[in-house]
Each structure stands twice: as structure tokens, then as C-alpha cells.
């Protein structure tokens, strides 16, 4: 490749991750606004119903998202979405009541389904396919860093000046994300076959559960989100309870986890994963411990640590989920393969909101440790699995052990 050529591919990537990181901070200030709105409503239900729309549209909808992606050029179809979010939520801006609220905000989710994997399929192209996990690393980055600046940024806009210039904010972040898109000509290419588009749909799912690599970690994402998920909703009432702190506490700590994710991905990203199953099975043994660790303390500061290594364990673990879906699927099944696997994880944080919010309000402490330990043992299963898995056949001809003859 001339030097030329990657140079233009690297400002490309650069632009991209950008995009996806003002797109990203949008998303967070809409999110701080809407639930903002509905929090002064009264009524619980309707933030529930919130987190619930913003979610399941991607859970539903992904062997759909992923046929489309496969089928027709990935980065007009992120221009695409990107541009119908704009004016969902310019809608939203516009009449900023209930109803449209979360009719708007189901939109949004819809077009998450497909922008979501579209991003991941787009970056390893910009960045160089040769580099899987440092793309993976830097999308990770980008997200990361969102999630930081996001809702503060939010928090200060919805209180300095209201709902409706927060959201205009976001009508705006998605304009900006579909015109620079447009602008710098992200393109994925795709063979049409002539079929109709949604044939298919389902083949990213039966990919990984035929691949084997993959069909051996899988199972044990789905254990270790669902128990670690329930922190998130054990979180408030571990801070009230046994930490005996308040709000500024609450906030410290969820930022550590993001600021431990940022440093995660940004150190993963400086490396290339070889057996990235190997590194995910690893990131959720980390982040369990982490995790078991923060609900022994009783200190806040001790707290911020296991926070932190909670997070960047975590990030970890998402990179090398999503390098190994890239580097086991072929190119036509990508944006399947991307798109089921993001369905099947999303279903199970959905699973573990469920549990979170029926035991963590009695016993958050407990929540925690029975979360910690489930991750940390479900790691090291998948590790032995991985391990018995990968150990050399005996050869014909070698030697047995005395005491194994009969």
C-alpha cells in the first residue's frame, strides 16, 4: 500500500471515529433529556419503558439490521439512519411531550440496530483489516470517551437551558454524522446475489453456533453479562446502603468505570489480539473479581479502584468479543455475525436488569459477591474449556504412561 493510500485511509478512520464520538455524546445528552422529562412526570414506569425502547428494537431487529448490511453498502446505509435520526429527533426537539417522546426514542433505537453494527463492520476497512483489534480498540476508545463527556454535557445543558436545545443538540450530532459520512466516502461494497434482501436474515446466528471458536466463548459472555449486568441496578442502592454515601459518590463511581474503560481501550488498542477468545475469557475473569472486590468494601475510595479495573477489564473483554467476530466470520456474513452477536448480548443485559432489580434493592452488597463470583467462575470454566479444547491429540504411536497400560 502506498504511503499516499494510508495516509488517506488513517485520516479516514480518524474522521470516522469523530463522527461516532459526537454521534455517541448526542445520544447521551438525548438520553439525559428525555429522561430528564419523564423523571418529572412522577412515574417510574415511563423511565423503565425508556431503557426498555431504546434497547429491544436492537435485540428484535438485528438478523434484519445485519442482512441489510450485507446486502447493500454499509457506510450509505449508517448515512442513511443517521440522517432519519436527525430528524426523529429534530421532531423530538419540537414537541417534547410524552408521547413523542418515547415514540421518538423507539425510532432512534430502530436505527441503532442497524448504525451500531454498521459502525463496527466500517472501522477495520478504514483503519486497516490487517489491525482487527486496534480498530476494535479505537472504536472503543471513542465510545468510551462519549460516555464520559456525554452526560455531563447533558446534565449541563438540560439545566442551563432546557430540554429542547439538548435534543436540538442531538438532531444536530446526527446531522454532522451523516453529512461527514457522506463527505469523506466510507464505502463497504457488497456482492448483489439478486436475491431479496432479508433472505438470509438469520444466517449470522447459525454462523456462530457452527463456528467453533466462537460457539465456545459465546455461552460465557452471556453468563458473565448477565451477572455482571445486575450491578448496574445494584449500583444507587449499594451507594445509599453500604457505602452510607450520596449522590456525588454515585456519579464519582460510575465515571470510574467509564474512565477505567477509556484507559482499558486505549492501552488494548495499542496491540494486537492473537486468540482473542483467550482475551475475553480473561477480561470477564478481571472484571469479576474486580466486581467481587467492590461489593466486599465498605470504602468509597476502595470502591473508585475496583471501579476502575472493573471498567477497563470490561473494555477488554468488548474488543476482543468484537475482533473475534471480525477475524472469524467471512466477509459476507460480517455485518450478520456483528449484528446477532450484539442481539444476543443486548438480550441477556436485559436479562440481568431483570434479576438486578429484583434482588439489588433487598441486598445490594449480596447482588455484587453472587455477581462477582458467577463471572469469575464462569471465566475460568470457559478458560479450561478453551484450554482442553486447544491441548495437541495424542499422536499415533506415543508413548503411555506405565500405569495407564492395561
Given at each position: 500500500?502506498?504511503?499516499?493510500?494510508?495516509?488517506?485511509?488513517?485520516?479516514?478512520?480518524?474522521?470516522f471515529?469523530v463522527?461516532?464520538?459526537?454521534?455517541?455524546?448526542?445520544?447521551?445528552?438525548?438520553?439525559?433529556?428525555?429522561?430528564?422529562?419523564l423523571?418529572?412526570?412522577?412515574?417510574?414506569?415511563?423511565?423503565?419503558?425508556?431503557?426498555?425502547?431504546?434497547?429491544?428494537?436492537?435485540?428484535?431487529?438485528?438478523?434484519?439490521?445485519?442482512?441489510?448490511?450485507?446486502?447493500?453498502?454499509?457506510?450509505?446505509?449508517?448515512?442513511?439512519?443517521?440522517?432519519?435520526?436527525?430528524?426523529?429527533?429534530?421532531?423530538?426537539?419540537?414537541?417534547?411531550?410524552?408521547?413523542?417522546?418515547?415514540?421518538?426514542?423507539?425510532?432512534?433505537?430502530?436505527?441503532?440496530?442497524?448504525?451500531?453494527?454498521?459502525?463496527?463492520?466500517?472501522?477495520?476497512?478504514?483503519?486497516?483489516?490487517?489491525?482487527?483489534?486496534?480498530?476494535?480498540?479505537?472504536?472503543?476508545?471513542?465510545?468510551?470517551?462519549?460516555?464520559?463527556?456525554?452526560?455531563?454535557?447533558?446534565?449541563?445543558?438540560?439545566?442551563?437551558?432546557?430540554?429542547?436545545?439538548?435534543?436540538?443538540?442531538?438532531?444536530?450530532?446526527?446531522?454532522?454524522?451523516?453529512?461527514?459520512?457522506?463527505?469523506?466516502?466510507?464505502?463497504r461494497?457488497?456482492?448483489?446475489?439478486?436475491?431479496?434482501?432479508?433472505?438470509?436474515?438469520?444466517?449470522?446466528?447459525?454462523f456462530?453456533?457452527?463456528?467453533?471458536?466462537?460457539?465456545?466463548?459465546?455461552?460465557?459472555?452471556?453468563?458473565?453479562?448477565?451477572?455482571?449486568?445486575?450491578?448496574?441496578?445494584?449500583?444507587?442502592?449499594?451507594?445509599?446502603?453500604?457505602?452510607?454515601?450520596?449522590?456525588?459518590?454515585?456519579?464519582?463511581?460510575?465515571?470510574?468505570?467509564?474512565?477505567?474503560?477509556?484507559?482499558?481501550?486505549?492501552?488494548?488498542?495499542?496491540?494486537?489480539?492473537?486468540?482473542?477468545?483467550?482475551?475475553?475469557?480473561?477480561?470477564?475473569?478481571?472484571?469479576?473479581?474486580?466486581?467481587?472486590?467492590?461489593?466486599?468494601?465498605?470504602?468509597v475510595?476502595?470502591?473508585?479502584?475496583?471501579?476502575?479495573?472493573?471498567?477497563?477489564?470490561?473494555?477488554?473483554q468488548?474488543?476482543?468479543?468484537?475482533?473475534?467476530?471480525?477475524?472469524?466470520?467471512?466477509?459476507?456474513?460480517?455485518?450478520?455475525?456483528?449484528a446477532?452477536?450484539?442481539?444476543?448480548?443486548?438480550?441477556?443485559?436485559?436479562?440481568?436488569?431483570?434479576?438486578?432489580?429484583?434482588?439489588?434493592?433487598?441486598?445490594?452488597?449480596?447482588?455484587?459477591?453472587?455477581?462477582?463470583?458467577?463471572?469469575?467462575?464462569?471465566?475460568?470454566a470457559?478458560?479450561?474449556?478453551?484450554?482442553?479444547?486447544?491441548?495437541?491429540?495424542?499422536?499415533?504411536?506415543?508413548?503411555?504412561?506405565?500405569?495407564?497400560?492395561?
Amino acid at each position: 500500500m502506498s504511503t499516499d493510500v494510508a495516509q488517506g485511509r488513517r485520516g479516514a478512520a480518524a474522521v470516522f471515529l469523530v463522527v461516532v464520538f459526537v454521534s455517541a455524546v448526542g445520544d447521551e445528552i438525548a438520553a439525559i433529556a428525555v429522561m430528564f422529562h419523564l423523571a418529572e412526570t412522577g412515574q417510574s414506569f415511563l423511565v423503565a419503558a425508556l431503557l426498555v425502547l431504546q434497547l429491544v428494537p436492537a435485540v428484535l431487529l438485528a438478523p434484519l439490521a445485519g442482512q441489510l448490511l450485507d446486502r447493500r453498502d454499509a457506510g450509505r446505509m449508517l448515512a442513511l439512519v443517521s440522517g432519519v435520526q436527525a430528524v426523529v429527533v429534530l421532531a423530538m426537539s419540537a414537541w417534547p411531550n410524552t408521547a413523542v417522546l418515547l415514540g421518538g426514542s423507539t425510532l432512534v433505537g430502530l436505527c441503532a440496530a442497524v448504525s451500531t453494527p454498521a459502525a463496527i463492520v466500517l472501522i477495520p476497512l478504514l483503519a486497516g483489516e490487517a489491525f482487527p483489534t486496534r480498530a476494535n480498540g479505537l472504536l472503543e476508545v471513542s465510545r468510551s470517551a462519549s460516555t464520559l463527556a456525554g452526560p455531563v454535557i447533558g446534565g449541563v445543558l438540560v439545566a442551563s437551558v432546557g430540554v429542547r436545545p439538548a435534543l436540538l443538540a442531538d438532531a444536530v450530532s446526527f446531522a454532522l454524522a451523516a453529512a461527514a459520512i457522506v463527505l469523506i466516502k466510507v464505502r463497504r461494497p457488497v456482492n448483489d446475489d439478486g436475491k431479496v434482501w432479508w433472505t438470509g436474515a438469520t444466517d449470522g446466528i447459525k454462523f456462530l453456533a457452527r463456528q467453533t471458536e466462537l460457539r465456545t466463548v459465546l455461552p460465557i459472555v452471556i453468563i458473565t453479562v448477565s451477572a455482571s449486568s445486575m450491578v448496574n441496578v445494584a449500583l444507587v442502592f449499594f451507594v445509599k446502603g453500604p457505602l452510607q454515601a450520596g449522590a456525588t459518590a454515585l456519579g464519582v463511581l460510575t465515571a470510574a468505570w467509564g474512565v477505567g474503560a477509556l484507559v482499558g481501550a486505549a492501552l488494548g488498542s495499542r496491540r494486537e489480539f492473537r486468540v482473542p477468545e483467550r482475551v475475553v475469557l480473561i477480561g470477564a475473569g478481571v472484571m469479576g473479581v474486580a466486581i467481587l472486590a467492590y461489593g466486599l468494601v465498605s470504602v468509597v475510595v476502595l470502591a473508585v479502584v475496583a471501579a476502575l479495573a472493573a471498567g477497563a477489564a470490561n473494555a477488554y473483554q468488548n474488543m476482543g468479543m468484537r475482533t473475534a467476530v471480525q477475524i472469524r466470520t467471512p466477509n459476507e456474513l460480517l455485518g450478520r455475525a456483528h449484528a446477532a452477536a450484539g442481539s444476543i448480548i443486548n438480550s441477556f443485559f436485559l436479562v440481568g436488569f431483570v434479576l438486578g432489580g429484583i434482588f439489588a434493592a433487598r441486598d445490594p452488597r449480596a447482588t455484587f459477591v453472587v455477581a462477582g463470583v458467577v463471572t469469575v467462575v464462569a471465566a475460568a470454566a470457559g478458560l479450561v474449556l478453551m484450554a482442553a479444547r486447544r491441548a495437541p491429540a495424542p499422536q499415533d504411536g506415543a508413548a503411555v504412561p506405565q500405569g495407564d497400560r492395561e
